[in-house]
C-alpha cells in the first residue's frame, strides 16, 4: 500500500490533487525519494487527463525549505524546538487543565478541509469525546 | 453536488453558472461545460465580473453584487407566466409551488431591470433557455453562499430547479462546486458543530447514542460554536483554548483583525500546521504536520467522490500525520479509543458507525475504482453520482420543499414575508454611501490558492502572479486620477490594504475587487462579519469600500507596517533553526 521511492528509482503514485474541490486524479513523480513532477491521470473520469496549472506545478511547496520539521514550544516569546514528548505533555496539560477550570465549551477546535477524511474524523472525535465539545467547525463555514 | 461533473460535458443542454468564476477556481469543470458546449449547449452566466465563463456565455446576466434572489425570482416569474415550468414534476414530487409562484408574481422583468440593470430581452432570453431545456444544470459558488442571506440564494436556485424539473437526473440539479479538496469530507466527517459524523444531528439522543457505544464517552448534546462566533466568544472568556488545524484563520476569516486580535488573548493556541502560517506565528505550540504526498488516506470531493490519496515520499525532520498527533495527544488525555495504527483502520470505523453512506466504500474497493460517490450502503452497490432518482427527496413527504424568497437591497422586506408560509428574505448588509461610494467584492485568482501558503512556495506560480492586484473599472479610474499599476488605498469601516490597481472593464461601475492570497494586502482585513441566520456564513462579498490613488513611498509605508503585524520575518527566521531532510523510515 506504501510506495516510497527507493534511491535511483523512478516510480509513480497515483494520488488526487491537493488544491480545489474538482479532485482531479494525477501522478506523482518521485525520484530518488523526491517529487520532481506531476502528470495527469487520463482515465480519471473528472479531468480526463488534464490539469490546470496549479495541478501540474502547485506541489513545489513539499520540498519548501520552509516546511516546519519539529515541534516548538514559544518560550519567552521565542520559538524554541522540541520533542513531540515534550510538546504533547505541554498541550495536554494545559487543555486538561483549562477544561477543568472553565469546562469542556472553553475549548474550540478549527478542522481542516486540506486534510484527510480520516484526520478530520479523528480531530472532531478529539474534540467531542475527549475535550466534551462541540466546538468543532472548519471554514466550510465561510 | 446533486449530480456528477461528467454529467455536464454528457447531458447538460444548459448550464446555467451564478456566483463562480468557474474557469479560474474549478478549471476542469470549465473544461467540462466547454465540452457541454461544443455539443451545442447553451451556457448562461450571471457575474458581476466579465470572467472567463462570461465571455464564453451565450448569455451574461451582469447581476450587481449581491442581487442573486432578485435575478432568480425574475427567472422563475417568466417561467410561471410563460408555462415553461413543469407541471408533472411540481404535482407529483414537490410542494409550495402556488406560494412560489405568487411570491414571484413582483418580479417582472421591468422591474428586475430597474433592480439590478440586466436588460429584459436578456432576462427572457435566459428563462426560456433554462425552462425549455431538456436537461439544465445549475454550477454556483461562493458568490451565491457568501452573502448574510447566503441560505435563501441557494433555495431560491433549488425553487428554479425543482419548478422546471431539473433534479433526479444526469445532467440536471443544483451543482455547488466546494472550494477545497476535502472540504465536501471534512463536512461528511462532522467537523462541523452541529453534527456528528454522517450529517447526524448532535441534538438527536438516538444519535449520540451510537457513536457514544463505540467511543466509550458521553457526548454534548448542545450544538457548538460556529467559526463566525469564535472571536466574540474568545474576547468575552467564554472559549480560552483553541486548536487550529490545516487552516489559516487569520488570513482567510472575515474581519480577520479582530479575530487576530481575539487569538492573541487565549490562554492556549495549538497550531498544527506544515509551515509557519501567518496564524501559527501567534501559537503557543506548533505541531509540524506531514502534508499531501506524504500521508495515506482519502479525500471527497465536490461530487461526494470518495477517493484515495497516496503517499509518495517520507515527511520532513519530525513531521507527523494529522491522525497521529491527535491520537498521541489523546492518549496524553488518557482516552484510550484512539490507538490507530493506520488511516485504513480510521476509515473503517467510519464505515461501521455511518454505514448508510459510507459502509460499502472499502479501501480495497478504492484500489481499483477513480473514487466512489456516497451514499453507498454496501460492498456491491455501485454508489450515487446523482440524488434524488425518480424526483424522491430527503424530506419527510419525500418531496421537494419549495420556499418563497424575497429581497430588498435596503431593508428586511418583513411586511412580505408575514404573507407567506415558510419565506427567507434577504438585505445587504453595508451598502454604499458618500464615504465610502464603492462595491468591495471578493475572491481568488486562477493561478494561487487561498491564504498562499501552499501556491505562494512554487515558482512558476508566482512568477505568473506575483503580487495583489485591485481591479477598478476605467470609468472609476478616469474620475479618481488613478492609470493601470498606481498604487491605490482601500478601506472600509474595518480597515485598509494597499496594492496597485488594474483599471479593467472586468468590474461594473461602483465595483471594486480583490483577492485573499497576500499578505501584503489581505482583503479580509476588509471583509465583514455579518452571517446568515440559518447556516452563519459570513458576508464575504459585498461591504462598502473607498478607493485613493497614494504615492510608492505611502504604499512602502503600509507594506512595513503589514510585514510587522504578519510577523513575516519570524518564518524564516524558524526554518532557520532547524535541519533540512526528510525523515528516514516510515511513521
Avoid at chain 1, 501540474?56 to 515541534?71: A, C, K, T
Avoid at chain 2, 450544538?223 to 482567510?252: K, T
Avoid at chain 2, 476509515?347 to 454505514?355: F, G, K, S
Amino acid at each position: 500500500m506504501v510506495s516510497c521511492s527507493e534511491k535511483g528509482r523512478t516510480e509513480r503514485v497515483l494520488t488526487v490533487c491537493p488544491y480545489c474541490g474538482t479532485g482531479c486524479g494525477l501522478y506523482l513523480v518521485v525520484e530518488d525519494g523526491r517529487i520532481t513532477g506531476v502528470e495527469p491521470d487520463s482515465l480519471h473520469p473528472v479531468n480526463e487527463g488534464e490539469l490546470c496549472i496549479k495541478g501540474y506545478f502547485g506541489y513545489q511547496y513539499i520540498e519548501d525549505d520552509r516546511r516546519l520539521r519539529s515541534p516548538l514550544i514559544k518560550k519567552d516569546g521565542k520559538f524554541t524546538p522540541v520533542s513531540w514528548d515534550e510538546a504533547l505533555n505541554f498541550a495536554a496539560a494545559r487543555l486538561a487543565k483549562i477544561k477543568q477550570e472553565s469546562g469542556p465549551d472553553a475549548f474550540a477546535l478549527f478542522a481542516s478541509a486540506r486534510a484527510t477524511n480520516e484526520e478530520n474524523y479523528v480531530a472532531q472525535k478529539f474534540a467531542r469525546a475527549v475535550m466534551g465539545t462541540n466546538n468543532v467547525d472548519h471554514c466550510a463555514r465561510l | 453536488m446533486t449530480n456528477s461533473v461528467p454529467e455536464i460535458g454528457q447531458y447538460s443542454d444548459v448550464i446555467f453558472i451564478i456566483g463562480s468564476n468557474t474557469a479560474e477556481c474549478h478549471p476542469l469543470i470549465a473544461r467540462q461545460v466547454i465540452k457541454a458546449k461544443e455539443r451545442g449547449a447553451k451556457l448562461i452566466v450571471a457575474d458581476p465580473r466579465l470572467t472567463e465563463m462570461a465571455n464564453k456565455a451565450d448569455i451574461w446576466l451582469r447581476v450587481p453584487a449581491g442581487y442573486n434572489i432578485s435575478l432568480i425570482n425574475g427567472l422563475l416569474h417568466i417561467i410561471v407566466k410563460e408555462n415553461l415550468y413543469n407541471s408533472d414534476f411540481v404535482q407529483n414530487h414537490a410542494e409550495g409551488f402556488d406560494e412560489v409562484a405568487r411570491a414571484v408574481e413582483d418580479y417582472t422583468p421591468a422591474y428586475v431591470e430597474k433592480l439590478t440593470g440586466i436588460p429584459q430581452q436578456d432576462l427572457v432570453e435566459a428563462a426560456r433557455f433554462f425552462g425549455r431545456a431538456k436537461n439544465a444544470t445549475i454550477l454556483y459558488c461562493m458568490g451565491v453562499t457568501q452573502f448574510s442571506y447566503g441560505t435563501g440564494n441557494v433555495v431560491s436556485l433549488s425553487n428554479l430547479a425543482v419548478v422546471t424539473g431539473n433534479m433526479g437526473r444526469p445532467g440536471t440539479g443544483v451543482n455547488p462546486l466546494r472550494g477545497q479538496n476535502n472540504v465536501q469530507g471534512a463536512c461528511d466527517m462532522g467537523c462541523l458543530s452541529n453534527v456528528l459524523p454522517g450529517y447526524l444531528a448532535v441534538t438527536d439522543e438516538k444519535n449520540r447514542a451510537r457513536f457514544e457505544k463505540e467511543w466509550h464517552v458521553r457526548l454534548p448534546s448542545k450544538p457548538g460554536l460556529r467559526i463566525p462566533e469564535i472571536g466574540d466568544a474568545i474576547l468575552n472568556g467564554r472559549v480560552r483554548a483553541a486548536y487550529v488545524f490545516g487552516e489559516n484563520p487569520v488570513m482567510s476569516d472575515p474581519d480577520s483583525s479582530h479575530l487576530r486580535h481575539a487569538f492573541e488573548h487565549l490562554d492556549l493556541l495549538v497550531v498544527q500546521d506544515i509551515f509557519l502560517t501567518e496564524t501559527a506565528r501567534l501559537a503557543h505550540v506548533v505541531l509540524p504536520a506531514a502534508c499531501w504526498g506524504e500521508k495515506e488516506g482519502t479525500f471527497t470531493n465536490t461530487e461526494r467522490r470518495v477517493q484515495r490519496v497516496r503517499k509518495a515520499v517520507n515527511p520532513p525532520g519530525e513531521a507527523r500525520d494529522d491522525w497521529w498527533i491527535f491520537s498521541a495527544l489523546a492518549q496524553k488525555m488518557d482516552y484510550g479509543r484512539m490507538n490507530y495504527l493506520h488511516p485504513q483502520e480510521i476509515w473503517d470505523e467510519v464505515r461501521r458507525l455511518v454505514p448508510e453512506k459510507f459502509g460499502g466504500i472499502s479501501y480495497d474497493r478504492l484500489e481499483k475504482a477513480r473514487g466512489i460517490s456516497w451514499p453507498c450502503p454496501a460492498e456491491d452497490h455501485p454508489g450515487t453520482p446523482f440524488l434524488y432518482e425518480g424526483g424522491k427527496f430527503a424530506t419527510a413527504s419525500g418531496k421537494a420543499n419549495l420556499r418563497p424568497v424575497f429581497f430588498d437591497p435596503t431593508r428586511l422586506p418583513e411586511e412580505k414575508v408575514k404573507q407567506f408560509k415558510h419565506a427567507l428574505a434577504g438585505k445587504i448588509t453595508e451598502l454604499p454611501d458618500e464615504e465610502y461610494p464603492f462595491t468591495l467584492t471578493t475572491g481568488r485568482r486562477g493561478y494561487h490558492y487561498h491564504t498562499g501558503t501552499m501556491t505562494r512556495k512554487s515558482w512558476p506560480i508566482t512568477q505568473v502572479t506575483p503580487q495583489q492586484l485591485i481591479e477598478i473599472n476605467p470609468r472609476d479610474a478616469r474620475k479618481l486620477g488613478i492609470e493601470d499599476g498606481d498604487f491605490v488605498k482601500l478601506s472600509t469601516r474595518r480597515g485598509s490594504i494597499a496594492a496597485k490597481a488594474w483599471v479593467t472593464e472586468r468590474v461594473p461601475e461602483k465595483t471594486v475587487f480583490t483577492s485573499f492570497h497576500f499578505w501584503e494586502a489581505n482583503v479580509n482585513e476588509l471583509t465583514i462579519n455579518s452571517t446568515d441566520p440559518v447556516a452563519c456564513i459570513p458576508e464575504f462579498k459585498v461591504a462598502a469600500a473607498k478607493v485613493e490613488k497614494i504615492t510608492p513611498a505611502e504604499f512602502q509605508a503600509i507594506l512595513q507596517e503589514k510585514k510587522k503585524k504578519y510577523l513575516v520575518d519570524l518564518e524564516e527566521e524558524v526554518a532557520g533553526q532547524s535541519k533540512s531532510g526528510r525523515r528516514e523510515a516510515h511513521v
